[in-house]
C-alpha cells in the first residue's frame, strides 16, 4: 500500500494565522489527493480534491497544492471554526486507498 | 443534497458478522459516475477504507486485501441502499464505520457514522 505521511502532527496558531499542513506519499500518485476537515464527534468533510479543486461550498481561504510525493494544504486567516483535525488521502492505486493520520490544529 | 443514513447493530460479538446498512437520498445507488465506499476508523487503525460497490454498465467490488477475505459489500437498488457485511469480527474491528458516496476520486459525503463494539 501507498503510505501517506502527514507533518506536523499537531499544529498550535491563532486566529488570522496562516497555517500550512504537508503531506507526503511514498510513492508518486500524480494528483490523486484529497484534503478533509474532521471535528470532534463528526464525519470528515471533503476540502479539496485532485491535490487542488476546492469543494462545493468550501471557503476560499482553504488552498491544495502539489503533485508527485508532496503536497500542501494551506488555510489563510485561520477562523474559529477551523480548529479541526485535518486528514490527506491518496486514491492513485483504486484498489487500496490510504490516508494519513491526520494533523490536529489546536488553539495557541 | 446527498444523505447517507446508516443503520444496523451497535453491538456484534467476537466471531459473528456485523452488517450495516446505508440508505441514499439525493442520489441512485446505479449512479454509473459515483462509487459507494464503506472507511471505518479506529484510534489505532486511523481512517481505513474498506471496500466499495459501484456500477459501470454492471456492478462491481473493490475490497481492502486487509479484509478481502472477510467483507461483502452489496447493493439494493429496489431500495437504494448498498451494505456492508464483515465476518468473523475480533475485537480489532471495533471502530467508528462510515458508509461514503466517491466522486472524482475524492469521498465527497459521508453518512453519520456507527460506532460498531465487537465484545462478548
Known amino acids: 500500500d501507498i503510505q501517506m505521511t502527514q507533518s506536523p502532527s499537531t499544529l498550535s496558531a491563532s486566529v488570522g494565522d496562516r497555517v500550512t499542513i504537508t503531506c507526503r506519499a511514498s510513492q508518486s500518485i500524480s494528483s490523486w489527493l484529497a484534503w478533509y476537515q474532521q471535528r470532534p464527534g463528526k464525519a470528515p468533510k471533503l476540502l479539496i480534491y485532485q491535490a487542488s479543486i476546492l469543494g462545493s461550498g468550501v471557503p476560499s481561504r482553504f488552498s491544495g497544492s502539489g503533485s508527485g510525493t508532496e503536497f500542501t494544504l494551506t488555510i489563510s486567516g485561520l477562523q474559529p471554526d477551523d480548529f479541526a483535525t485535518y486528514y490527506c488521502h491518496q486514491s492513485e492505486t483504486y484498489e487500496a486507498w490510504t490516508f494519513g493520520q491526520g494533523t490536529k490544529v489546536e488553539i495557541k | 443534497q446527498v444523505q447517507l443514513q446508516q443503520s444496523g447493530p451497535r453491538l456484534v460479538k467476537p466471531s459473528q458478522t456485523l452488517s450495516l446498512t446505508c440508505a441514499i437520498s439525493?442520489?441512485?445507488?446505479?449512479?454509473?459516475?459515483?462509487?459507494w465506499n464503506w472507511i471505518r476508523q479506529s484510534p489505532s487503525r486511523g481512517l481505513e477504507w474498506l471496500g466499495r460497490?459501484?456500477?459501470?454498465?454492471?456492478?462491481?467490488?473493490d475490497y481492502s486485501v486487509s479484509v478481502k477475505s472477510r467483507i461483502t459489500i452489496n447493493p439494493d437498488t429496489s431500495r437504494n441502499q448498498f451494505s456492508l457485511h464483515l465476518t468473523s469480527v475480533t475485537p480489532e474491528d471495533t471502530a467508528i464505520y462510515y458508509c461514503?458516496?466517491?466522486?472524482?476520486?475524492?469521498?465527497?459525503?459521508w453518512g453519520q457514522g456507527t460506532l460498531v463494539t465487537v465484545s462478548a
Open positions: 461514503t458516496r466517491g466522486l472524482f476520486r475524492a469521498v465527497f459525503d
Open positions: 439525493g442520489d441512485s445507488v446505479s449512479n454509473n459516475g459515483a462509487a
Open positions: 460497490t459501484f456500477y459501470r454498465s454492471k456492478w462491481f467490488n
